[in-house]
């Protein structure tokens, strides 16, 4: 079992810059893709951005150029998001998949707005 936490979210004007953290409850030696969704209300949640224990990287084609995910170490991964726009207003969600299942974290805020 392993725990998600995200932070990292809040209020910002647009055209500004955020970075959001997932910090897992424990080291993941597995084969495993992490990624980072969003949901916003009245839409379906969507990938934002996703990487493998590899280190291959995946982008919505919205966010690419804007949105840089990282990892670092065994326990934790970022996204960076610069240039926001409102439409990126949403609860930003980490994900696990790894060894056939999937682990959500609580969700994080970011609300892109003058």
């Known amino acids: 079992q392993v725990q998600l936490v995200e932070s990292g979210g809040g209020l910002v004007q647009p055209g500004g810059s955020l970075r959001l953290s997932c910090a897992a409850s424990?080291?993941?030696?597995?084969?495993?893709?992490m990624g980072w969704y969003r949901q916003a209300p009245g839409n379906q949640r969507e990938l934002v951005a996703s990487i493998t224990n590899g280190g291959n990287t995946n982008y919505a084609d919205s966010v690419k150029g804007r949105f840089t995910i990282s990892r670092e170490n065994l326990r934790k991964m970022y996204l960076q998001m610069i240039s926001l726009k409102p439409e990126d207003t949403a609860v930003y969600y980490c994900n696990l998949q790894m060894a056939g299942r999937s682990y959500w974290g609580q969700g994080t805020q970011v609300t892109v707005s003058s």
């Open positions: 424990r080291s993941i030696f597995n084969s495993y893709v």
